[in-house]
């Protein structure tokens, strides 16, 4: 059963965006990812301020398994980080889709956005790698 | 295809993510690597190692077969039931396996060696076996379940077969105990008391079952990797192997050099590398910042390159990352480790980082 919530878009790569609606995005790794991780312990984030590309790598998360590098599924200025991640990496493993937002973007072009999956893409794109 | 325990039923109905191990289909972890970590420091847990290999060795020339075969001295053995962790070294020195062995009688020992190197490692000891009057079998109709943490011993006693439990209860570190066709050690892979429990797989289903009821976590091999990490033991395959000796391993003080007229295989090349000052040396290093050291991250000393990591992870108890490395004889109190370019620096600290639920290390 799917819990891919169907208000946000996705990346092939894992990642969710939500539109906020006024040019910025707010991004971060679906619960699938953080499934397959495992429990986090560190996350390395961009700097805000920082511009981005679509699918350019721009953080990494460590878990107790593996580290995985994070790309920002749009181009955009860096414009918050969830520094709450850096006491309570594991908010991620528990709410990847709520309080494990990662970081915030200024869209500089807002089709990159159509470029991305629905939920029942991403969906069907898990279903393929398993 | 991987082989499965006779826990398999018990690991997929409890929710464990399994993945191939060593020729196994074995649990990473039920859920949280990192909560059964800390169940096993903080109170009991239970790991299927099943996939290991007990091997018993029967015969008049059980003993001076074993002191041949493996570097340390199986003659330190006095009393029966007690254990001793060798490794046993090809003619170049390098290491075929780590095992433990016990000492039941004078024509009976038990051995057991990792599940990946079981193969391999039955060849060998039935080549090394041609001039000796012994029997190597391997007791596949065993299953093991270890039982560890500061409350392991407390749960698993009343649950253990009633005729064997006095003689369990009384069991000193690294004793073992055998009795109706179970085998009980006080030994571990974790830095934790506990036991490691020999059964026939035909009760080890219904034993896994009450140890669960009674309190014991079941823990997958996740959480096993970090405990044995941060109690500064090694990991065949990633620490040690055939083309590297104990003595570059952080393992010297498991080879017995006395007395020096025990040619044991392997003996010639590592007595010329104990005299080399120039041999590398096993360390434990631990990361003073953020990130997480891997295994073949590459350590440097200003520019030069001076090894790699041979494990790392995240030690889930000190909240900081900790790794064993092999590297160049002058390696000072810090080096730098490459993390995905960037280099980080590295405290150099002397094994284990962590006994008993208390880290040895100041942080």
Known sequence: ?130 | MDKQTCLYAAHKSMGARLVPFGGWEMPLHYGSQKEEHHQVRRDAGMFDVSHMTVVDLDGPDARPYLRRLLANDVKRLKDSGKALYSCMLNEQGGVVDDLIVYFLRDDWYRMVVNAGTTEKDLAWLNKQAEDFDLQIKPRRDLAMIAVQGPNAREKALPLLPAEIRESVAALKPFNAAPGDGWFIARTGYTGEDGFEIMLPESEAPGFWQVLADAGVAPCGLGARDTLRLEAGMNLYGSDMDEDVSPLESGLGWTVAWEPAERDFVGRSVLDAQRKDTGKRRFVGLLLAGRGVLRNHLKVFAGETEIGEITSGGFAPTLGRSIAFARVSAGIGETCDVEIRGKRVTAQVVKAPFVRNGKACISL
């Open chain 1, 1 to 130: 059963m799917s819990n891919t919530p169907s208000e946000l878009r996705y990346a092939k790569s894992h990642e969710w965006v939500k539109n906020e609606g006024d040019g910025t995005v707010t991004i971060g790794i679906t619960d699938h990812a953080q499934e397959l991780l495992g429990d986090l312990v560190f996350v390395d984030m961009p700097e805000v301020g920082d511009n981005v590309e679509a699918g350019s790598e721009c953080a990494v998360v460590e878990s107790v398994k593996a580290a995985s590098d994070i790309y920002s599924p749009v181009s955009g200025e860096i414009i918050a980080v969830n520094e709450a991640l850096d006491d309570a990496p594991e908010t991620i493993n528990d709410d990847a889709f709520g309080e494990g937002w990662i970081f915030k973007v200024k869209l500089s072009d807002a089709a990159d956005l159509e470029g991305l999956l629905d939920a029942a893409g991403y969906d069907a794109t898990v279903a393929e790698e398993t």
